[in-house]
């Protein structure tokens, strides 16, 4: 089966339905000349079931020091040859556009039978790919932690299913999440299957977020998001003292960086509006009441740097590399090259990557992941968490997963492509045989991570003060606890 992305919205998704395989009408074959390799027809997907018992039976969660962590455990990442794949040798393929792994490990995956061409073991990485090959790459999947604070169901019924999502947690499978996502800990923890994403909250923000039960439900409630007829209400605490009149934004917001996860503002950008009202104020810190009226990816976030106010603990958006005013007023002084290169700087240094969701080996790679941008109050917007919220553009349920492996026959979740360009199939399922449930001390013998040891992040590095607090359609409201850095009298 294919993997069931989230639903319509920007990182992504609905998490709708997976896809079955048909065998496809059986077209003529021709000849093959002496010494020539057939590929056999592509198969045609018929929409199926969503993710179900299979998938979430591929590994199992620990707790540890206040955070949820996932068992390493096998999966395979599938995809169809890339059109600019096609005349290359996979050799080549792997060393132009799979750079996260040396050769040396793609090789001994080879050797060891986890590298398949068409189903059949790959024997030589020198053959030539042609138009239809199917890949299937076998990897030791490790997922970063994320908080052990358990989530919330505020609202069930018929319709609906609205949680109160904790920071840390991605929506749906994307980068290097899978099971470490609102819908497989849903379906795992409380049996709650085949939910169809309405909207995404980027993954270090934290509050409402509403599933639909039924896809009627779903296009019901994506019509009055096109009409703009969806309010939104978030809460945040940002640095310094807000002015205590409303401010409106309208800088437009240009995405920099799928893969990291990184926007700005920009002319070139697309057309966003953010009204704020200061709600309190401690002498250090305020708390701002945050009504978007668009939904581009971080909009919230970006604004509130623009503005000289950005959230307080923002990974991102209030990071040095910005500059002595860290972005104020859209001041930068950097290339977009030499942004991204201080970002990754700073976190590394602090040995925090994996806050934003990435891994060292991701930075090498060639390819920037499309994929996964981020939308932070996106209601189908692009996002995808590629470095710091992960969430996946996807047009529907099937973008969903294709935007979760597609574009990756090789060890780099993050090497994904542009969802509008990857339009052949993709998608993931676990090696027959494999349930995932390994010890923690198991080792795989070819995989990087196994032999690395990353210091895990504190549970407060894995809040950011953004709150989705509200939504109210035409015929429903639902609305979450105030959290408890949002008091007025709270220090940090």
């Not at 085949?194 to 409630?221: N, P």
């Amino acid at each position: 089966e294919e993997e069931p992305g989230p639903g319509p919205a920007g990182g992504e998704e609905k998490p709708g339905p997976g896809e079955k395989e048909e065998a496809a009408p059986a077209p003529k074959k021709r000849r093959l000349a002496a010494g020539e390799r057939y590929v056999p027809p592509p198969r045609k997907l018929s929409t199926g079931v969503s993710f179900g018992a299979a998938h979430f039976a591929e590994t199992s969660y620990y707790f540890e020091g206040g955070l949820r962590k996932v068992r390493p455990y096998y999966f395979d990442f599938r995809t169809y040859c890339k059109g600019r794949w096609v005349g290359r040798s996979l050799l080549h393929v792997f060393s132009t556009e799979f750079r996260a792994q040396p050769l040396a490990y793609y090789r001994a995956a080879a050797r060891a039978g986890r590298l398949r061409l068409n189903e059949e073991p790959v024997r030589d990485l020198d053959v030539v790919l042609k138009n239809n090959d199917f890949l299937r790459n076998t990897v030791h999947r490790h997922e970063p932690p994320v908080t052990a604070q358990p989530i919330q169901i505020l609202v069930q019924d018929n319709e609906m299913v609205v949680v109160d999502k904790p920071s840390s947690l991605p929506v749906h499978p994307c980068g290097r999440f899978r099971h470490n996502t609102v819908i497989f800990i849903l379906g795992k923890e409380h049996d709650l299957k085949e939910l169809h994403t309405i909207h995404r909250l980027d993954r270090m923000t934290s509050g409402v977020l509403m599933f639909a039960k039924t896809a009627e439900v779903s296009k019901r409630i994506d019509e009055q998001v096109r009409e703009r007829q969806l309010e939104k209400e978030y809460v945040c605490r940002v640095v310094g003292e807000f002015p205590e009149h409303e401010v409106v934004c309208e800088e437009p917001i240009l995405v920099v960086s799928y893969k990291v996860g990184v926007c700005r503002v920009d002319p070139k950008g697309k057309p966003c509006k953010t009204i704020f009202q200061r709600l309190s104020y401690n002498g250090k810190t305020s708390v701002v009441k945050c009504l978007p009226r668009t939904g581009r990816t971080h909009q919230i976030r970006v604004h509130l740097q623009y503005l000289g106010h950005p959230i307080v603990n923002d990974p991102i958006y209030n990071m040095e590399a910005w500059g002595p005013d860290r972005g104020k007023g859209g001041k930068i002084d950097k290339t977009d090259e030499e942004l991204l290169k201080a970002l990754v700087e700073e976190h590394r240094s602090k040995q925090s990557l994996d806050i934003l969701g990435i891994l060292e080996e991701d930075l090498n790679s060639s390819a920037e992941n499309k994929d996964c941008g981020n939308s932070s109050d996106c209601t189908k917007s692009a996002q995808a968490d590629p470095i710091n919220e992960n969430s996946c553009p996807a047009k529907d349920t099937k973008d969903l997963e294709r935007n979760d492996t597609a574009a990756c026959p090789l060890n780099s979740d993050t090497n994904l492509e542009t969802l509008e360009k990857n339009k052949e199939l993709g998608s993931c399922e676990i090696q027959d045989g494999q349930t995932g449930e390994k010890s923690s001390e198991e080792k795989d013998p070819l995989c990087v991570e196994c032999k690395i040891t990353r210091r895990d992040p504190s549970p407060k590095e894995l809040v950011m003060y953004l709150h989705a607090l509200r939504y109210k359609g035409a015929e429903f409201e639902y609305c979450s606890k105030m959290p408890e850095w949002a008091m007025e009298d709270w220090e940090e």
